[in-house]
């Protein structure tokens, strides 16, 4: 028995070979591959057929042979292992259909090398796509929680320390202004993504007359990867968008990390509806961050998918391999796949997360978080350096918390006695202007320097950054119009072509 696809092989594909390599790959990607694959072939002998490869008659029956097999659909075909991958039980169809003498001549001037590589840039921009969109919800969602909430005044945190008085609108909008940057990484991924890799054959071009430029617009690319090698070799777009995605990842990560500490017991700062949550088997008490705890698993295995796929391309040789350009891109395909399960997750993280406004106020009093604008009044009306002032101050608080008290109670007693302690002198501050130093809502109104998280500040940085993501939809959508009008036409040419 010879080999289903090449008279030099003399024996069947061996059954284990067939079992582990070639039918699951078929089973992943058959399917999801077809609806391109019909439109990569398409545009194929579209161009054959301009530049006179291929007879008139041979592109009819070609062309009536593909829109019948995009009609009829995947699961009509009969895959083979035997046959090794999708392509060759995709052109096995077809011939099938309608013969040998002209299906057979699809292939002229082409390898699955550079349809593979095409394939794989074709899969690769849509992911780009889906993910961009996903990403404008979730700032979009973050912006409205911004504003909702400009004004709850809550702890900042360093080192998981108190820090600063800041407001929940205020970290809501630090996590639209992260995946904005997130959108904005993924979407320059773009320009070296769609790029047509059609034409490159094997490795090294074809002696056929072909028009690369044609396939090229048929299939809505924006260039071409010049260099015929590069084309079938690389994968560098692949490992990229892998990339990206670890990025987000990581951002919403940090960001469960964050929720799962505010909506402990010990914190209770923010709360989730119970929709969001899961329960104990056995402790009925329970309220559980499982989605929380998802998310920043599934960065973990984000994490894990790069990383097999940098090592299966590390160590290949720079032209079409399949540990390189299978291997190395199924990492990319189950990424995007976690992708467009998580941030779905993430968004309704980011939109029912509800501060416990009362606590968080009643948090920033008691833990000092106002004790740099204290410094700072220091530094404006009592003329001392900003160190003297920090040495002052870390005096007061240090009193404050022997004494059992909080911020509020702070009085200029206290801060003249920790003056003379520092400097040898009292600074006579008004107990007007300590007490205002000292409080949190205040503190967060007189930070208005652009980006800070003074409500008018807030309002502003919103608006501008409603303003970058409309401009972000409309690149995507943008991309979209262009890749839906190019394929409008390759439908219609194609049709023609087989009428």
């Known amino acids: ?201 094997a490795l090294a071009g074809t002696t056929f007359a072909i028009d690369r430029q044609m396939t090229m617009r048929l299939l809505g690319f924006d260039g071409l990867v010049e260099n015929t090698l590069d084309a079938v070799a690389s994968r560098d777009f692949g490992l990229e968008l892998l990339g990206n995605f670890n990025q987000v990842a990581i951002g919403w990560s940090r960001i469960a990390q964050d929720f799962y500490v505010m909506v402990s017991h010990e914190f209770q700062t923010i709360e989730f509806p119970d929709r969001v949550t899961g329960t104990s088997s056995i402790m009925p008490q329970k309220k559980n961050p499982v989605v929380l705890e998802h998310l920043k698993g599934k960065a973990g295995h984000l994490l894990g998918l790069y990383v097999n796929s940098a090592v299966a391309l590390k160590g290949t040789n720079f032209t079409n391999t399949i540990d390189g350009n299978r291997e190395g891109m199924r990492a990319v395909w189950e990424a995007g796949s976690e992708m467009g399960h998580c941030l779905p997750l993430f968004d309704l993280v980011v939109s029912t997360a509800r501060p416990n406004a009362a606590l968080m106020a009643m948090r920033v009093k008691q833990d000092f978080a106002s004790a740099t604008d204290l410094a700072d009044l220091m530094v404006r009306e009592a003329s001392l350096s900003f160190r003297e002032a920090h040495h002052v101050v870390g005096g007061v608080v240090r009193a404050a918390m022997d004494r059992k008290l909080d911020a509020s109670e702070i009085t200029t007693e206290m801060v003249d006695q920790a003056a003379v302690d520092v400097t040898g002198h009292p600074l006579g501050l008004p107990a007007e202007r300590v007490r205002e130093s000292l409080d949190p809502a205040a503190s967060v109104a007189a930070r208005t320097v652009p980006g800070g998280p003074a409500p008018k500040a807030a309002e502003a940085s919103v608006a501008a950054a409603r303003g970058r993501l409309d401009g972000l939809r409309a690149t995507i959508a943008g991309h979209r119009t262009r890749l839906a009008e190019a394929r409008a036409t390759l439908k219609r040419d194609i049709a023609a072509l087989a009428s």
Not at 91 to 109: F, N, S, T, V, W
Not at 140 to 153: C, G, I, K
Request: hydrophobic fraction near 45%.
């Open 1 to 201: 028995m010879h080999s289903k696809v090449s008279r030099r092989l003399t024996e069947m594909v061996a059954p284990e070979v067939c079992e582990h390599i070639y039918a699951p790959r078929l089973g992943r990607d058959f399917a999801t591959v077809f609806n391109d694959m019909t439109d990569l072939n398409q545009a194929h002998v579209l161009m054959l057929a301009r530049q006179g490869v291929i007879s008139p008659e041979t592109s009819r029956m070609l062309a009536a042979g593909l829109l019948r097999m995009e009609k009829e659909g995947p699961s009509v075909v009969e895959v083979d292992p035997q046959r090794e991958d999708a392509y060759f039980n995709y052109e096995a169809h077809l011939i099938g259909l309608i013969g040998q003498e002209a299906g057979g001549r699809m292939h002229i001037a082409r390898s699955r090398n550079d349809l593979g590589a095409t394939l794989d840039r074709m899969r690769a921009r849509d992911l780009i796509l889906t993910t961009a969109g996903a990403l404008a919800d979730i700032i979009e969602h973050a912006l409205e929680r911004a504003l909702e909430f400009r004004d709850v005044v809550m702890p900042g945190y360093t080192h998981l320390q108190p820090a600063q008085p800041t407001t929940f609108g205020f970290y809501m909008a630090a996590i639209g202004a992260a995946f904005e940057r997130d959108a904005g990484r993924l979407m320059d991924n773009w320009s070296r993504t769609n790029l047509n890799a059609l034409g490159a054959g």
